[in-house]
Nanobody, 115 residues
Framework: QVQLVESGGGLVQAGDSLTLTCAVS????????SGWYRQAPGKQRELVGRMQSNGRTHYPDFAKGRFTVSRDNANNTMYLQMNSLKPEDTAIYSC?????????WGQGTRVTVSS
């Protein structure tokens, strides 16, 4: 059974940096991709950053240059480094891993950016 647990969310000010961590337990054999998503109040969930099994990354425009996804395979941990945070980055951030085309999700961690 694969389980994901996020941590590192909180209240920060605009311009601050924050790193989210996702601890993955269980076998990740057959991983296709991993990444982070977010959902702001009243909005649909959106991709923040994604890393394929070959290490290639993909970011939507709002995240390019500010957000970085990474993965420590030895420790089964995923990271989301967020810089230059803006109030519009306020959301619940969730990590995701796709193993053999099945998605697994964490419970999410709340990030609030004050102006």
């Amino acid at each position: 059974q694969v389980q994901l647990v996020e941590s590192g969310g909180g209240l920060v000010q605009a311009g601050d940096s924050l790193t989210l961590t996702c601890a993955v337990s269980g076998s990740t054999e057959g991983i296709i991709a991993s990444g982070w998503y977010r959902q702001a109040p009243g909005k649909q969930r959106e991709l923040v950053g994604r890393m394929q099994s070959n290490g290639r990354t993909h970011y939507p425009d709002f995240a390019k240059g500010r957000f970085t996804v990474s993965r420590d395979n030895a420790n089964n941990t995923m990271y989301l480094q967020m810089n230059s945070l803006k109030p519009e980055d306020t959301a619940i951030y969730s990590c995701n891993i796709n193993i053999r085309w099945k998605d697994y999700w964490g419970q999410g961690t709340r990030v609030t950016v004050s102006s």
